[in-house]
């Protein structure tokens, strides 16, 4: 998978892996790992952790065609070695962007829209 296309299409950026796609249901998914980097203790900020398990959150974001299309995305659960604080670290979510009508009107024709 191109990282490109998650990146502008769907706003993912550093930190994570794309691990494969998913088609089903009606649906696309694809499938994020964390990279380590993103593993930093919120309390000390020390980067010595361990991982201690695992869950998955889905992202509903933008369709594909007629498909709907899903990020399913590591939540990493994880302990710190230098100050035993017990985390999560979450998915980094895209910044709202502005849906002014001047600012749809730049990007349509950016996009080679009327």
Known sequence: MNRSLLYHA??????????????????IRFVLAARQELLVC?????????????RFRELQTVPIGLKRVWLVTEVPQCECRACGQSFEVSPL???????????????SKVCGGG
Not at 42 to 54: D, L
Not at 93 to 107: F, N, V
Request: hydrophobic share 20%; aromatic share 8%.
């Open 10 to 27: 769907f706003g993912v950026r550093k930190g994570y892996d794309y691990v494969r796609t998913v088609y089903g249901a009606g649906c």
């Open 93 to 107: 979510l895209p910044r709202p962007t502005s849906g002014t009508r001047t600012g749809s009107k730049r990007l």
């Open 42 to 54: 919120p309390r000390c900020h020390s980067a010595q952790v361990k991982r201690k398990g695992r």
